[in-house]
């Protein structure tokens, strides 16, 4: 599909065809904009990006796949001139970081009117990469800078956590921080509680999300 000059081109990936096709009649009533696409899941983003290299996908975070996060990653790595603008109806705080963190140049609730919307895939295209949209609730916004109470790990939990998050064993842990492989358990126990995770992997997904720990390069 051609794109004239001075067209914004956008592919749209949503699991929810009336949604998706929603979008694209949204955005064609605007003549600067052109709809190149759509797709379904997490494979369809990145074949129609790489593809058709758009100026901008938007893309759901319940698509099937291997998840919003992965697959935004590797769609800011793969195609950097490409922006990324998550659409979603979810608005956890640590959602939103994570996917900021990993490329996203927008993350916008599915609340948004039609005008906001286009302002919005308009203003990541002409900054060129160099602001960041958020349309979330405030609440939201509050937390991303102050995580809520029961997200603070102690300093010693943040030791903890962060060996963990290098593939060390309860045992390894204990030694390197001269405490019993109980005691580590113990902490483990308390951060799972206080980030609400059920797992260690878990636990240091929701942490990293947090910017409570630094993240690891896969």
């Not at 959602?95 to 203003?123: N, P």
């Amino acid at each position: 599909m051609n794109v004239g000059p001075g067209t914004i081109s956008v592919v749209l990936v949503d699991d929810h065809a009336l949604f998706r096709e929603g979008v694209a009649e949204l955005l064609a009533s605007d003549p600067t904009f052109q709809v190149v696409a759509q797709g379904a899941d997490s494979a369809e983003a990145l074949a129609l990006v790489a593809k058709h290299r758009p100026d901008v996908v938007l893309v759901d975070v319940e698509m099937p796949g291997p998840g919003a996060p992965a697959t935004v990653r590797r769609l800011h790595q793969e195609h950097p001139d490409t922006r990324v603008i998550v659409l979603t109806m979810h608005d956890k705080p640590e959602l939103v970081r994570e996917l900021l963190d990993q490329g996203a140049s927008a993350f916008l609730v599915k609340e948004i009117t039609r005008l906001e919307l286009i302002a919005a895939v308009r203003s990541v295209v002409t900054s060129r990469g160099n602001v960041v949209l958020l349309s979330v609730p405030r609440r939201t916004v509050n937390q991303l800078d102050n995580p809520p109470p029961n997200m603070v790990l102690s300093t010693r939990e943040l030791e903890v956590l962060q060996l963990a998050a290098l593939a060390m064993s309860n045992a390894q842990i204990g030694k390197r921080l001269l405490i019993t492989e109980g005691t580590v358990k113990r902490h483990l126990t308390n951060i799972y509680a206080k980030l609400g995770a059920n797992s260690r992997v878990d636990a240091i997904r929701k942490a990293t999300a947090a910017r409570l720990i630094p993240g690891i390069d896969s």
